[in-house]
T-cell receptor, first 109, second 113 residues
Framework: QQPVQSPQAVILREGEDAVINCSSSKALYSVHWYRQKHGEAPVFLMILLKGGEQKGHDKISASFNEKKQQSSLYLTASQLSYSGTYFCGTEKGTDKLIFGTGTRLQVFP | NAGVTQTPKFRILKIGQSMTLQCAQDMNHNYMYWYRQDPGMGLKLIYYSVGAGITDKGEVPNGYNVSRSTTEDFPLRLELAAPSQTSVYFC????????????FGQGTRLTVV
Protein backbone atom coordinates (compact mmCIF):
# COMPACT_ATOMS: atom_id res chain seq x y z
CA GLN A 1 0.00 0.00 0.00
CA GLN A 2 2.91 2.33 0.72
CA PRO A 3 4.26 3.97 -2.45
CA VAL A 4 7.72 2.82 -3.47
CA GLN A 5 10.37 5.39 -4.25
CA SER A 6 13.53 4.93 -6.25
CA PRO A 7 16.38 5.33 -5.92
CA GLN A 8 16.75 4.99 -2.14
CA ALA A 9 19.69 7.40 -2.13
CA VAL A 10 21.38 9.81 -4.52
CA ILE A 11 24.73 11.57 -4.22
CA LEU A 12 25.31 14.58 -6.44
CA ARG A 13 27.79 17.35 -7.07
CA GLU A 14 26.43 20.89 -7.21
CA GLY A 15 24.97 21.60 -10.62
CA GLU A 16 24.10 17.99 -11.43
CA ASP A 17 20.57 16.76 -12.14
CA ALA A 18 18.56 14.01 -10.45
CA VAL A 19 15.26 12.21 -10.90
CA ILE A 20 13.30 10.62 -8.06
CA ASN A 21 10.49 8.22 -8.88
CA CYS A 22 7.36 7.32 -6.93
CA SER A 23 5.28 4.31 -7.86
CA SER A 24 1.99 3.10 -6.38
CA SER A 25 0.19 -0.21 -6.68
CA LYS A 26 -3.14 1.60 -6.28
CA ALA A 27 -4.85 4.14 -8.50
CA LEU A 28 -4.01 7.68 -7.50
CA TYR A 29 -5.98 10.88 -7.44
CA SER A 30 -3.05 13.11 -6.55
CA VAL A 31 0.61 13.01 -5.61
CA HIS A 32 2.31 15.25 -3.06
CA TRP A 33 6.05 15.90 -2.80
CA TYR A 34 7.81 16.95 0.43
CA ARG A 35 11.40 17.54 1.48
CA GLN A 36 12.68 16.87 4.97
CA LYS A 37 16.00 18.15 6.22
CA HIS A 38 17.75 16.31 9.02
CA GLY A 39 16.08 16.87 12.37
CA GLU A 40 13.28 18.96 10.89
CA ALA A 41 9.68 18.49 9.84
CA PRO A 42 8.75 17.72 6.22
CA VAL A 43 8.10 20.77 4.07
CA PHE A 44 5.67 20.86 1.17
CA LEU A 45 7.06 21.20 -2.38
CA MET A 46 4.11 20.62 -4.70
CA ILE A 47 0.91 18.69 -5.45
CA LEU A 48 0.02 17.14 -8.79
CA LEU A 49 -3.52 16.16 -9.65
CA LYS A 50 -4.94 13.75 -12.20
CA GLY A 51 -4.44 14.85 -15.80
CA GLY A 52 -0.74 14.25 -16.26
CA GLU A 53 0.15 17.75 -15.25
CA GLN A 54 3.60 19.01 -14.56
CA LYS A 55 4.56 21.60 -12.02
CA GLY A 56 7.64 23.56 -11.18
CA HIS A 57 9.10 25.01 -8.03
CA ASP A 58 12.28 26.98 -8.69
CA LYS A 59 14.45 24.38 -10.46
CA ILE A 60 12.44 21.47 -9.12
CA SER A 61 9.63 20.10 -11.25
CA ALA A 62 7.45 17.01 -11.27
CA SER A 63 5.21 14.97 -13.48
CA PHE A 64 2.30 12.63 -12.75
CA ASN A 65 1.11 9.79 -14.95
CA GLU A 66 -2.06 8.46 -13.36
CA LYS A 67 -2.39 5.60 -15.87
CA LYS A 68 0.97 4.24 -14.79
CA GLN A 69 0.33 5.30 -11.19
CA GLN A 70 3.72 6.98 -11.15
CA SER A 71 5.18 10.37 -10.42
CA SER A 72 8.69 11.69 -10.95
CA LEU A 73 10.47 14.62 -9.28
CA TYR A 74 13.13 16.37 -11.35
CA LEU A 75 15.89 18.37 -9.66
CA THR A 76 17.83 20.48 -12.12
CA ALA A 77 21.21 22.09 -11.48
CA SER A 78 21.15 20.93 -7.88
CA GLN A 79 22.18 23.25 -5.07
CA LEU A 80 23.55 22.45 -1.63
CA SER A 81 20.18 23.46 -0.19
CA TYR A 82 18.51 20.57 -2.05
CA SER A 83 20.05 18.06 0.34
CA GLY A 84 17.53 16.16 2.41
CA THR A 85 15.09 13.29 2.17
CA TYR A 86 12.30 13.52 -0.38
CA PHE A 87 8.96 11.87 0.17
CA CYS A 88 6.05 11.41 -2.15
CA GLY A 89 2.60 11.28 -0.63
CA THR A 90 -0.36 9.64 -2.27
CA GLU A 91 -4.08 9.87 -1.82
CA LYS A 92 -6.82 7.87 -3.48
CA GLY A 93 -9.71 9.86 -2.17
CA THR A 94 -9.92 7.94 1.08
CA ASP A 95 -8.71 10.94 3.10
CA LYS A 96 -5.51 9.13 4.04
CA LEU A 97 -2.21 10.75 3.12
CA ILE A 98 0.29 7.90 2.85
CA PHE A 99 3.96 8.63 2.31
CA GLY A 100 6.48 6.74 0.25
CA THR A 101 9.65 5.04 1.38
CA GLY A 102 11.78 8.17 0.90
CA THR A 103 14.84 9.10 -1.16
CA ARG A 104 17.88 10.55 0.57
CA LEU A 105 19.61 13.20 -1.56
CA GLN A 106 23.06 14.55 -0.74
CA VAL A 107 24.59 17.40 -2.70
CA PHE A 108 28.31 18.10 -2.32
CA PRO A 109 30.28 21.17 -3.45
CA ASN B 1 0.22 32.37 12.63
CA ALA B 2 1.48 29.56 14.84
CA GLY B 3 0.46 26.84 12.34
CA VAL B 4 0.68 23.36 13.87
CA THR B 5 2.01 23.20 17.42
CA GLN B 6 3.12 19.99 19.10
CA THR B 7 3.95 19.53 22.75
CA PRO B 8 6.15 18.31 24.29
CA LYS B 9 9.21 18.45 22.01
CA PHE B 10 11.03 15.71 23.89
CA ARG B 11 9.92 13.05 26.34
CA ILE B 12 11.40 9.98 27.99
CA LEU B 13 8.93 7.37 29.19
CA LYS B 14 9.42 4.20 31.14
CA ILE B 15 7.99 0.95 29.82
CA GLY B 16 4.34 0.66 30.80
CA GLN B 17 3.77 4.38 31.36
CA SER B 18 1.16 6.34 29.43
CA MET B 19 1.19 9.81 27.97
CA THR B 20 -0.63 12.13 25.62
CA LEU B 21 1.06 13.96 22.77
CA GLN B 22 -0.66 17.25 22.10
CA CYS B 23 -1.30 18.75 18.66
CA ALA B 24 -3.08 22.01 17.95
CA GLN B 25 -3.58 23.96 14.73
CA ASP B 26 -4.92 27.47 14.25
CA MET B 27 -5.65 27.32 10.51
CA ASN B 28 -9.20 25.94 10.81
CA HIS B 29 -8.17 22.78 8.96
CA ASN B 30 -10.58 19.88 8.91
CA TYR B 31 -8.00 17.19 8.21
CA MET B 32 -5.44 16.22 10.82
CA TYR B 33 -2.92 13.39 10.89
CA TRP B 34 -0.50 11.65 13.22
CA TYR B 35 2.65 10.07 11.82
CA ARG B 36 5.57 8.29 13.38
CA GLN B 37 9.06 8.28 11.92
CA ASP B 38 11.59 5.75 13.12
CA PRO B 39 15.30 6.62 12.72
CA GLY B 40 16.31 6.72 9.06
CA MET B 41 12.87 5.63 7.94
CA GLY B 42 9.80 7.12 6.33
CA LEU B 43 6.56 8.47 7.76
CA LYS B 44 3.93 5.98 8.85
CA LEU B 45 0.33 7.10 9.34
CA ILE B 46 -1.01 6.23 12.80
CA TYR B 47 -4.45 7.87 12.88
CA TYR B 48 -6.21 10.62 11.03
CA SER B 49 -9.31 12.76 11.36
CA VAL B 50 -11.51 14.47 8.78
CA GLY B 51 -13.29 16.69 11.28
CA ALA B 52 -14.35 17.07 14.89
CA GLY B 53 -15.75 13.79 16.20
CA ILE B 54 -14.47 11.71 13.26
CA THR B 55 -11.30 9.64 13.45
CA ASP B 56 -10.00 6.58 11.65
CA LYS B 57 -7.04 4.21 11.72
CA GLY B 58 -4.00 4.60 9.54
CA GLU B 59 -1.23 2.13 8.75
CA VAL B 60 0.09 1.52 12.29
CA PRO B 61 -2.64 2.25 14.89
CA ASN B 62 -1.87 -0.48 17.45
CA GLY B 63 -0.88 0.88 20.85
CA TYR B 64 -2.35 4.34 20.20
CA ASN B 65 -5.65 6.13 20.60
CA VAL B 66 -6.92 9.50 19.41
CA SER B 67 -9.84 11.81 19.92
CA ARG B 68 -11.00 14.94 18.11
CA SER B 69 -13.43 16.95 20.18
CA THR B 70 -12.61 20.28 18.50
CA THR B 71 -11.38 21.36 15.08
CA GLU B 72 -8.17 22.73 16.61
CA ASP B 73 -6.94 19.83 18.73
CA PHE B 74 -5.98 16.25 17.89
CA PRO B 75 -4.22 14.55 20.84
CA LEU B 76 -2.51 11.17 20.51
CA ARG B 77 -2.62 8.84 23.51
CA LEU B 78 -0.03 6.16 24.16
CA GLU B 79 -1.14 3.49 26.58
CA LEU B 80 1.38 1.09 28.15
CA ALA B 81 4.44 2.46 26.37
CA ALA B 82 6.80 -0.07 24.79
CA PRO B 83 10.37 0.35 23.44
CA SER B 84 8.97 -0.20 19.92
CA GLN B 85 7.16 3.13 20.28
CA THR B 86 10.46 5.02 20.47
CA SER B 87 10.17 7.35 17.51
CA VAL B 88 9.62 10.91 16.35
CA TYR B 89 5.94 11.76 16.13
CA PHE B 90 4.65 14.35 13.68
CA CYS B 91 1.23 15.92 13.58
CA UNK B 92 -0.01 17.47 10.33
CA UNK B 93 -3.10 19.28 9.11
CA UNK B 94 -4.63 20.27 5.80
CA UNK B 95 -7.78 21.78 4.33
CA UNK B 96 -8.52 18.89 1.97
CA UNK B 97 -6.41 15.74 2.05
CA UNK B 98 -5.83 15.18 -1.63
CA UNK B 99 -5.72 18.64 -3.12
CA UNK B 100 -4.03 20.90 -0.60
CA UNK B 101 -0.68 20.80 1.16
CA UNK B 102 -0.21 19.34 4.60
CA UNK B 103 1.42 21.52 7.26
CA PHE B 104 3.56 19.70 9.79
CA GLY B 105 4.34 20.41 13.41
CA GLN B 106 7.95 20.33 14.58
CA GLY B 107 7.63 16.86 16.03
CA THR B 108 7.85 15.14 19.41
CA ARG B 109 10.88 12.95 20.03
CA LEU B 110 9.81 10.09 22.31
CA THR B 111 12.13 7.57 23.91
CA VAL B 112 10.77 4.58 25.83
CA VAL B 113 13.26 2.95 28.21
Amino acid sequence: QQPVQSPQAVILREGEDAVINCSSSKALYSVHWYRQKHGEAPVFLMILLKGGEQKGHDKISASFNEKKQQSSLYLTASQLSYSGTYFCGTEKGTDKLIFGTGTRLQVFP
Amino acid sequence: NAGVTQTPKFRILKIGQSMTLQCAQDMNHNYMYWYRQDPGMGLKLIYYSVGAGITDKGEVPNGYNVSRSTTEDFPLRLELAAPSQTSVYFCASSTRAWITEAFFGQGTRLTVV
